[in-house]
């Protein structure tokens, strides 16, 4: 599980490095720091997700 927590916080750290290089950018360059933001956040959902469905272990 830990491996999981480390992979949440490398897709965190990801979506907020393009945040601030896109925060200072303009026009299509701008746009595509923040579409790599989004695509990382939709990976972090579909990562959630998963988590939710395992079992858990006792």
């Given at each position: 599980m830990r491996c999981v927590a480390l992979r949440c916080v490398a897709l965190r750290c990801a979506t907020a490095t393009a945040y601030e290089c896109g925060d200072s950018l303009k026009g299509s360059?701008?746009?595509?720091?923040?579409?790599?933001m989004h695509l990382v956040q939709m990976v972090q959902t579909l990562v959630d997700k998963s988590l939710d469905n395992l079992p858990l272990r006792d």
């Open positions: 360059q701008r746009d595509l720091a923040f579409s790599v």
